[in-house]
């Protein structure tokens, strides 16, 4: 099966090395190389630029102002997995092989097929080294969907979606070898405050506190692949685990926001869920500034290297912020504005993502647009940016997104035919969007027949369902679900699923 998919997308990519480095009349050097930041369970208002009050977030609105936002991009699912399996297959979730987050033994989710073609396998074969530093989870160790065995040169990181959501874990893996961390023991990410402890002495929460915080790690493991590669075109996938709880921050990145006098309780996780920490707010507004820290070291080694000027960078999060309210006080951070729901659900708070495209004198600097977008379309944009412009929609090769050069280059794009999205989770859930209208359906696997219509342009909170007033519109969304999505034997969707063919 791989020679078969080496072969096919051999000879695609050979032909596609003859082309006109051209775009839109402009001349665009052969080749940018290309950083994907992806944030974890990041809200729609969590940064800045994106209009967050409470928490500071100076390198992500610099590489806003440089740049352009996306403020009608969406992420490829409502939690991890799937998420990221639109983002690096290009299938929307109707098609795509990962459709809700699923374990596997003894470690990792459930794979990526072999079959399937991911951006690191597209860019890999026209000569870029490709790395991915951070969370996987798209296959375990040794599996088909290893990491390595989907077009990445390196991996430094998490595999498992589980193992991290512990920041002070006792290993990583580099490629196929676990390196070990000086956390002994590692720090839960799951636990309770230990019998006995009083939840209001901040010493009780001390055993949450590990030394080696694998962000750093991670982090200077991607410094270390810009520096290695500055020479050749990369795409360095950075998948930072921040702000996913638990709540585990070092002290020093936790001080400066203590000093805010935010007196929220303590979380005790005394109905289970991951580890305590004395002051949540304190600590998960820490987080968020850590994660963009993280991305000005990235940006600035960029700019140490020379490399900025030819380096496509994007900015996005796998899916809205956590529903763990005593955890994250997503009402307290106003994390998703205006929007309703968050990660898990499919109203907009759970999948519009706060997203930022950067690539001096080709992207315009300091510029917005609201064109709706998605993450299957990263496929055929970075495609046509690195000169594989004919990318063939077949089911040996996938796809599903439309090429965003246009809006990203001109601020002018033809309005998308509809996006759709679909979560068994959760109660089972899809959404249609065409326009300014979206459908919404919930609860499915429970029986429920109630649809949702709404005007997103009149109504982005999604508060009023004109299902009742606009039936010709209700009827035209769900007869155009049945035509874009394929059944699902491993992710059913019910009631539509009551069969299907392997993975579609």
Same mark, same amino acid.
């Given at each position: ?74 992420? !490829? ?194 109905? +289970? ?37 030819? /380096? ?101 794009? /033809? ?11 959760? +109660? !089972? ?5 065409? !326009? ?38 209700? /009827? ?22 009551? +069969?299907?063919?392997? !993975?579609?």
């Amino acid at each position: 099966m791989l020679c078969r998919k080496m072969l096919v997308i051999g000879c695609w990519f050979a032909c596609q090395l003859i082309r006109t480095e051209f775009l839109g009349g402009a001349e665009i050097p052969a080749r940018p190389s290309i950083v994907f930041i992806l944030a974890d369970d990041l809200g729609y208002r969590e940064l800045g630029c994106f209009g967050q009050q409470k928490i500071r977030t100076p390198n992500l609105d610099r590489l806003a102002a440089r740049g352009m936002r996306l403020t009608g991009h969406y992420s !490829g699912n409502a939690v991890c997995a799937p998420s990221r399996c639109v983002l690096l297959t290009g299938r929307h979730p109707g098609r795509a092989w990962i459709r809700n987050n699923s374990e596997a033994q003894p470690e990792g989710q459930l794979p990526i097929p072999d079959e399937e073609l991911t951006i690191a396998e597209m860019l890999k074969q026209q000569g870029y080294v490709t790395g991915a530093f951070g969370k996987w989870g798209l296959g375990g160790p040794g599996s088909e969907g290893d990491p390595l065995n989907q077009g990445f040169d390196h991996f430094f990181g998490y595999n498992c979606q589980r193992h991290a959501h512990s920041y002070y874990p006792d290993y990583l893996w580099q490629d196929r070898r676990k390196i070990p961390l000086q956390n002994q023991p590692a720090v839960p990410g799951h636990a309770k405050l230990p019998p006995g402890s009083d939840p209001r002495n901040p010493a009780a929460y001390a055993a949450f506190q590990g030394t080696d915080y694998a962000p750093d790690r991670i982090r200077s493991a991607a410094v270390d692949f810009l520096r290695a590669n500055k020479e050749r075109p990369f795409f360095l996938y950075f998948p930072s685990t921040l702000p996913h709880v638990a709540l585990h921050v070092p002290q020093a990145d936790l001080e400066p926001w203590l000093k805010q006098g935010w007196h929220d309780p303590p979380f005790t996780a005394a109905r +289970g869920g991951y580890t305590p920490h004395f002051t949540p707010r304190a600590a998960y507004a820490a987080m968020i500034s850590r994660l963009d820290s993280d991305v000005g070291v990235l940006l600035d080694e960029l700019d140490r290297l020379q490399l900025t000027e030819n /380096t496509l960078v994007v900015f996005s999060a796998d899916n809205g912020t956590t529903h763990l309210s005593e955890e994250v006080d997503a009402e307290f951070f106003n994390s998703v504005g205006e929007l309703r729901g968050l990660k898990g659900s499919l109203y907009e708070g759970g999948v519009r993502v706060p997203t930022i495209v950067s690539w001096p004198g080709r992207i315009p600097a300091g510029t917005e647009s609201d064109f709706v977008s998605g993450f299957e379309d990263w496929m055929p944009t970075l495609a046509e940016f690195t000169g594989a412009r004919d990318v063939r929609r077949n089911d040996s090769i996938g796809g599903d997104g439309v090429s965003l050069v246009p809006v990203l280059t001109t601020l002018q794009q /033809t309005e998308r035919p509809w996006l759709y999205r679909e979560f068994p989770g959760y +109660g !089972g859930q899809l959404s249609l969007r065409q !326009g300014p209208w979206k459908l919404v359906r919930q609860n499915l696997s429970k029986g429920s027949e109630t649809a949702e219509l709404y005007n997103l342009e009149t109504d982005p909170g999604e508060r009023t369902n004109l299902a009742a007033e606009h039936p010709e519109k209700l /009827t035209t969304l769900s007869n155009l679900v049945t035509e874009i999505r394929r059944p699902s034997k491993l992710f059913p969707l019910r009631p539509f699923d009551q +069969g299907g063919n392997r !993975g579609q």
